[in-house]
C-alpha cells in the first residue's frame, strides 16, 4: 500500500515525530501531504520562535524570529498576518518600552495578540517578559488575562521597570509552572506574594528528583521566607541549585535575618551555612551595602588535586 493511501489522521500521526524543522520541507513534497500539514499545524511540531510587542513614535510594533536569529520581520501589528502564527510555536514573548500609547491602542493590541495565542493553540511559550511597560488600569481585564497565560505555561517571568494592574493570587502562584521569576521596580495592582513564590520554589524543590534550578529576583521578602528556603535546603538529600537576589535588605534586615538563623540554630562560618546531608556543601549569603541587595546561593568545595597530594579545594557554584 502506498503512503498515499493512508487516511489523514495517519499522517497526521506520523507528521507529530517529525522535527519541527521539516514539517515546511514535507510540504513540498506532494499536494496530500501539503493538504494535511496545512489542516493540522495546530497539531504539528512547529518551529521555535521569538515574539517582540513594542511600540515606536506611538505605534504598536511586532517583531518576529526564529529562536536564536538576530533579526525578523518587523511591523504595525495591527497590519501582521497572525495566520503566520499557525505554523510557529511562540516559546518567548516579549513586550518592551510601551508607554506613552493610547489606551485604546493597547487594549486592542492586548486582546489581538490573546485571541490569536488560543486560536493558532500556541502550547510552547516558556518566557514571558515585560520590560518598560506601563499601561492604565482600562487594559487590566487583558493584562490579567495574558499574565494568567503565562503563568499556566511559563518557566521564566520577568517584569522589569514596568506599570501592570494585574494582581498574583496564592492560588495562581501556587498552581503556576515557573521556576524562574523576577520582578524589579515594577508596581501591580496589589504587592508581590514574595513569601508564597519562595513557599512554592521550596515545595518544588523539594519534590524535584531531576534537581531542578531555582532563580528568583525580587524588590523584597520577609526575613522568615528566606530563613525557610535556606532551612529545606540545607536539609535535602538532593538539593538543587538556585540563585536568590532580594533588594531593599538594608542593616535592618540583615540584623533580623541573622537574630532568625540563631533563632532555628542555623550556625554559619563568615555567612556559609554547612549543608547536614552533603559534607563539602554551604550556601553562601552576601549582603551589598551600597545596593542593600541580600544575594543567596549554593557552592560545592571538590579537591582539585589527587589523593595523597596537598589537598587544593576549588569553589564551584553549582548543583550537585
Known amino acids: 500500500m502506498s503512503i498515499h493511501h493512508l487516511p489523514c489522521e495517519m499522517l497526521r500521526s506520523v507528521f507529530q515525530n517529525v522535527n519541527s524543522h521539516d514539517i515546511p520541507h514535507l510540504r513540498h513534497v506532494c499536494r496530500m501531504f501539503n493538504n494535511v500539514i496545512k489542516t493540522n ?14 511600540s515606536e513614535n506611538g505605534q504598536i510594533m511586532i517583531s518576529n524570529m526564529k529562536s536564536g536569529d538576530i533579526n525578523g520581520c518587523t511591523q504595525n501589528l495591527f497590519e501582521f ?31 489581538m495578540i490573546i485571541e490569536e495565542m488560543i486560536k493558532t493553540r500556541q502550547s510552547q511559550l516558556r ?41 498574583i493570587s496564592k492560588k495562581s502562584v501556587n498552581a503556576s509552572k515557573f521556576d524562574h521569576f523576577r520582578w524589579i521596580s515594577s508596581i501591580g495592582s496589589s504587592p508581590v506574594p514574595s513569601t508564597e513564590i519562595l513557599k512554592k520554589f521550596q515545595s518544588d524543590m523539594k519534590s524535584a528528583v531531576n534537581r531542578r534550578s531555582f532563580l528568583a ?30 533588594h531593599n535588605c538594608d542593616d535592618t534586615w540583615k ?26 556543601a554551604h550556601v553562601k549569603v552576601s549582603f551589598s551595602q551600597d545596593a542593600s541587595t541580600c544575594c543567596i546561593w549554593p557552592v560545592l568545595d571538590v579537591p582539585a588535586r589527587t589523593t595523597g597530594q596537598t589537598v587544593c579545594y576549588s569553589r564551584y557554584f553549582r548543583d550537585f
Open 255 to 280: 540584623t533580623r535575618f541573622l537574630a532568625e538563623c540563631e533563632h532555628r540554630e542555623l550556625t554559619h562560618n563568615y555567612m556559609e551555612f554547612q549543608s547536614r546531608t552533603h559534607n563539602n
Open 217 to 246: 529576583e525580587m524588590d523584597s521578602v520577609t526575613v522568615e521566607a528566606a530563613c525557610d528556603f535556606l532551612e529545606e535546603w540545607l536539609r535535602l538529600p538532593i538539593a538543587s541549585f538556585f540563585n536568590l537576589s532580594f
Open 41 to 54: 499545524y495546530c497539531f504539528l511540531p512547529r518551529v521555535a520562535y521569538l515574539v517582540k510587542i513594542f
Open 81 to 111: 498576518d497572525f495566520n503566520h502564527w499557525r505554523e510557529i510555536g511562540i516559546v518567548e514573548m516579549e513586550f518592551e518600552d510601551i508607554q506613552n500609547c493610547d489606551d485604546q491602542d493597547v487594549k486592542k493590541a492586548f486582546t
Open 127 to 167: 518566557k514571558m517578559a515585560f520590560t518598560n511597560v506601563s499601561v492604565s488600569d482600562k487594559v487590566a481585564i487583558e493584562i490579567e488575562e495574558l499574565f494568567g497565560l503565562a503563568l499556566q505555561q511559563c518557566e521564566n517571568l520577568t517584569v522589569e521597570n514596568s506599570i501592570l494592574p494585574i494582581s
